[in-house]
């Protein structure tokens, strides 16, 4: 498999990222270990996660995901042969939460535990905190690339203003920049990172982890109708975000280009963001073998000019 590099930065990652948002979730640990084997497998080497996974869940305090990750990489020997990317900044309670240094420092090593690991190959602002100078956040990253525990670092959920002021302040301070973006992004969700996101990523070689590739599972065409929220413990808030007059002409196209190509509706729009500029692995998450195949194949799925016209056309904003 073509591996792809994260940035500007030494990281080499296939063309897919597994969202690890359901490990330890709506995937048991050891669905979760059998995914994460049948991944390395199939030629993937990326996994991405974060502190706070899955905090919401009821009885869950954060820290699930990583927990089964890291008894996985414990047990399978296999740490290195993934690139493992996780997040910090979200609200873990307690006051813990933002990206002061000193949170920074202690949350790291927090990860590293649960990850059973001695570096974080991409650690990553999950989204952006105004209170503190971003001076102080990229200094913190610097001491923990320059210590070893991190490979390098990104951004999640930034604006295109502040993502180029934190790249400025990395120029100017000589300070590690972030190499990667993680932004909301799909067939559906376009707007806000086309507009400014994406050509700031295309000008400065960030690399573009898009998440919700799949817009949570609405553009594999499973919810097609109000009835359908019961199928998943995310389907009601999926529904009602997606399933409106714009978003069935979506799934209208995505059936279309998936008979003329013989893929899956989810298969074609994987491979529609795979297609976009500055994108370098969409993340995308699988609670079971078949839908983990179906990721696999998309990933081998290229779409010509008329197929993405035919669905740039559809989602188009009107």
């Known amino acids: 498999m073509e591996l792809r590099p994260l940035g500007r930065s030494a990281l080499q990652v296939s063309p897919l990222c597994f969202g690890g948002n359901v490990f330890g979730w709506t995937a048991d640990e050891?669905?979760?270990?059998?995914l994460l084997d049948a991944w390395l497998d199939a030629g993937f080497n990326f996994v991405?996660?974060?502190?706070v996974y899955s905090r919401w869940a009821p009885g869950h305090t954060g820290g699930e995901s990583e927990t089964v990750i890291g008894k996985w990489l414990r047990q399978s020997g296999k740490r290195d042969k993934v690139v493992i990317a996780t997040k910090v900044g979200m609200d873990m309670g307690d006051g813990k939460a933002g990206l002061k240094a000193d949170y920074i420092k202690r949350a790291v090593e927090d990860s590293l535990r649960r990850l059973h690991t001695d570096r974080i190959d991409l650690y990553q602002a999950h989204k952006d905190d105004e209170a503190t100078p971003l001076e102080e956040t990229l200094e913190a990253f610097a001491g923990l690339v320059k210590q070893g525990k991190v490979r390098a670092i990104g951004a999640s959920n930034y604006s295109a203003a502040r993502l180029r002021e934190a790249l400025d302040t990395s120029t100017r301070m000589g300070l590690p920049r972030y190499e990667t973006l993680q932004p909301l992004y799909n067939l559906y969700d376009r707007a806000v990172f086309e507009q400014d996101l994406q050509p700031l990523c295309v000008q400065e070689g960030v690399g573009v982890i898009n998440f919700y590739a799949l817009a949570a599972g609405f553009l594999t065409g499973k919810y097609r109708k109000a009835e359908d929220a019961g199928k998943s413990p995310r389907g009601a808030a999926t529904t009602k975000k997606?399933?409106?007059d714009r978003g069935l002409r979506i799934l209208a196209a995505l059936d279309d280009v998936a008979?003329?190509?013989?893929?899956?509706?989810?298969?074609?729009?994987?491979?529609?963001?795979?297609?976009?500029p500055a994108v370098v692995a969409p993340i995308a998450s699988a609670t079971s073998l078949a839908q983990l195949k179906d990721l696999v194949q998309a990933s081998q799925l290229r779409l010509d000019p008329q197929a993405l016209a035919r669905l740039n056309q559809a989602s188009a904003e009107s």
């Not at 008979?259 to 976009?276: D, L, S």
């Open 30 to 34: 050891k669905t979760s270990f059998s």
């Open 48 to 51: 991405d996660t974060a502190d």
């Open 242 to 244: 997606y399933l409106n």
């Open 259 to 276: 008979r003329q190509v013989g893929a899956t509706p989810g298969q074609v729009a994987v491979a529609w963001v795979m297609a976009q």
